[in-house]
């Protein structure tokens, strides 16, 4: 089955303490994206992959990092996690060339205490 | 900027009636336009999209036509049931390609029986 595999599904952690979440697809797909979700401001992007080894910031990216060290993960990578990045967190991927389609993890909601 | 904006939510409507969820769009160039559906406790999936003026996208009921000269991409359904129940987002990509996909701020739809 095609999907977009996120971990882990809920998350609390307290300010400071390294995390990662972690993003898997298996739809051999070029293109994968981070995203948060906070209520009255939609989805907002804060990293995005266009291939292996190449990854650009989005709109928030501050306080956040990523790695694609191979196709088909795309780890986010919280350093020292602030209350302010408690949020609804999700994994897109798609198809580079005329790919308007994204692919959406399940989630992980993140609580930083 | 790009930016997309949506009717304030929550709509609650009963079962057959007639949706409109508004979504109007700021946008250089001719931008692709899309709506998203997220279920409760699921990832974003791709409802519709349209990709030039005039065009009309259509799925499970739902339509929207991508209106240039207003600038909108109006989601519509002639009869809801129980199961639309959902956040709706409108979404736009400046060109074709997911790389820069820019969401509305979701619309949350309860239908009641």
């Known amino acids: 089955e095609a999907q977009v595999t996120q971990n882990p599904r809920y998350l609390i952690t307290v300010t400071g303490k390294k995390l990662t979440v972690t993003c898997s697809q298996n739809m051999n797909h070029e293109y994968m994206s981070w995203y948060r979700q906070d209520p009255g401001l939609g989805l907002r992007q804060i990293y995005y992959s266009m291939n292996v080894e190449v990854t650009d910031k989005g709109d928030v990216p501050e306080g956040y990092k990523v790695s694609r060290k191979e196709k088909r993960n795309f780890p986010l990578i919280l350093e020292s996690p602030s209350p302010n990045q408690t949020s609804l967190y999700f994994c897109a991927s798609a198809r580079l060339t005329g790919a308007e389609k994204l692919f959406f993890g399940s989630g992980t909601q993140l609580s930083v205490l | 900027g790009d930016s997309v904006t949506q009717m304030e939510g929550p709509v609650t409507l009963s079962e057959e009636a007639f949706l409109t969820i508004n979504c109007t769009y700021t946008a250089t160039g001719y931008p692709s336009l899309f709506w998203y559906v997220q279920y409760p406790g699921e990832g974003l999936q791709l409802l519709l999209k349209a990709t030039k003026a005039d065009d009309k996208g259509s799925n499970k009921g739902f339509e929207a036509t991508y209106r240039k000269e207003t600038t909108s991409f109006h989601l519509e359904k002639g009869s809801v049931q129980v199961s639309d129940s959902a956040v709706y987002f409108c979404?736009?990509?400046?060109?074709?390609?997911?790389?820069?996909?820019?969401f509305g701020q979701g619309t949350r739809l309860t239908i009641n029986p």
């Open positions: 979404a736009l990509s400046p060109r074709q390609g997911a790389q820069k996909l820019v």
